[in-house]
């Protein structure tokens, strides 16, 4: 079983910026991919940005050039980092991650509970 804990959300201006950060923890040989999704009031979650154990990255449209994704394998450890932020950013973010058990299984998907960022206008 794995646990994710988020944290680094918060209320910031329009155009601010923010550093959301997910650690893993549990009892896992590995963490595979891990990923970042949001939910906005009345809306579906979506995929925000995903990152591979080997460091492959891949973004939503929505926040390409904006957002970058990083992980320290070391600390199993994901980053959100969020700049020229817009109001329709607002949303609770959650971290996703896959796992790879010392018995070579794989575990997943394990989710975060969330945490809240606004976007002032």
């Known amino acids: 079983q794995v646990q994710l804990v988020e944290s680094g959300g918060g209320l910031v201006q329009t155009g601010g910026s923010l550093r959301l950060s997910c650690a893993a923890s549990g009892r896992f040989f590995s963490i595979n991919g891990m990923a970042w999704y949001r939910q906005a009031p009345g809306k579906q979650r979506e995929l925000v940005a995903s990152?591979?154990?080997?460091?492959?990255?891949n973004y939503a449209d929505s926040v390409k050039g904006r957002f970058t994704i990083s992980r320290d394998n070391a600390k199993n450890t994901v980053y959100l980092q969020m700049n020229s932020l817009k109001p329709e950013d607002t949303a609770v973010y959650y971290c996703?991650?896959?796992?790879?058990?010392?018995?070579?299984?794989?575990?997943?998907?394990?989710w975060g509970q969330g945490t809240q960022v606004t976007v002032s206008s």
């Open positions: 990152i591979t154990s080997g460091g492959s990255t």
């Open positions: 996703n991650a896959y796992s790879t058990s010392s018995e070579l299984t794989i575990g997943g998907p394990y």
